[in-house]
């Protein structure tokens, strides 16, 4: 079992940035990917942004792409998702996720972090 725990949550103006890290341990595999979900009171989490683990391939939400950017440290078993530009409405708790499959969707995932809130004030 890999265990995930988020940090670099907090309170943004819109138009600014935020930067949110996902460290692993245990047991990982090259083919393990990692990523990230948010979700609001009252509503499913929704995928935002995921990065394989073994060759870096990078996948977006539309409502975050341009504005948000995946990345790893695979020597400190670290992911990170860098948020500019960001709007009110990306204001959620940011959880993080890793999974051995393909399907990014919040069912599929093998992992999870306890989440990070992200506040971003008009």
């Known amino acids: 079992q890999v265990q995930l725990v988020e940090s670099g949550g907090g309170l943004a103006e819109a138009g600014g940035s935020l930067r949110l890290s996902c460290v692993a341990s245990g047991r990982i595999f090259s083919s393990y990917a990692m990523g990230w979900f948010r979700q609001i009171p009252g509503a499913e989490r929704e995928f935002v942004a995921a990065?394989?683990?073994?060759?870096?391939?990078?996948y977006y939400a539309d409502s975050v792409k341009g504005r948000f950017t995946i990345s790893r440290d695979n020597a400190k078993n670290t992911v990170y998702l860098q948020m500019n530009r960001l709007v009110p409405e990306d204001t959620a708790v940011y959880y993080c996720?890793?999974?051995?499959?393909?399907?990014?969707?919040?069912?599929?995932?093998?992992?999870w972090g306890k989440g990070t809130l992200v506040t971003v004030s008009s």
């Open positions: 996720a890793g999974t051995y499959g393909r399907i990014w969707s919040p069912r599929q995932m093998d992992s």
């Open positions: 990065i394989s683990w073994s060759d870096g391939n990078t």
